[in-house]
């Protein structure tokens, strides 16, 4: 497995929560940073969370207090809890390596209203 497998997309309402999973290899999880992106129709792939492996988190303004990025090192995966979901949050969400390696199929994620 060289691609990431990102899983846990769906549709929800607007005001609920949404857990993303992305399994990684190994060789790709030694990596000191993973990352959530998404892209929504329209628009440019864009940055939304890390994390290091060591636990330290950043975000981007659009979801800082809303998404809350983890990593199980065991397991090789990255987590991604999205609380407070609206429509803007609606995209193709995708993680990855920085620096960035082979992109996965992503997971879908649909906020109604």
């Known amino acids: 497995q060289v691609q990431p497998v990102e899983s846990g997309g769906g549709l929800v309402q607007a005001g609920g929560s949404l857990r993303l999973s992305c399994a990684v290899s190994?060789?790709?999880?030694?990596?000191?940073?993973m990352a959530w992106y998404r892209q929504a129709p329209g628009r440019n792939r864009a940055y939304i969370a890390s994390i290091t492996n060591t636990g330290v988190a950043m975000y981007d303004s659009t979801v800082k207090g809303r998404f809350t990025i983890s990593r199980d090192n065991a397991k090789n995966t990255v987590y991604l809890q999205m609380n407070s979901l609206s429509p803007e949050d609606t995209a193709v969400y995708y993680c990855n390596s920085i620096p960035n390696g082979y992109w996965g199929q992503g997971t879908q994620v649909t906020v109604s209203k």
């Open positions: 190994e060789s790709i999880f030694t990596s000191d940073r």
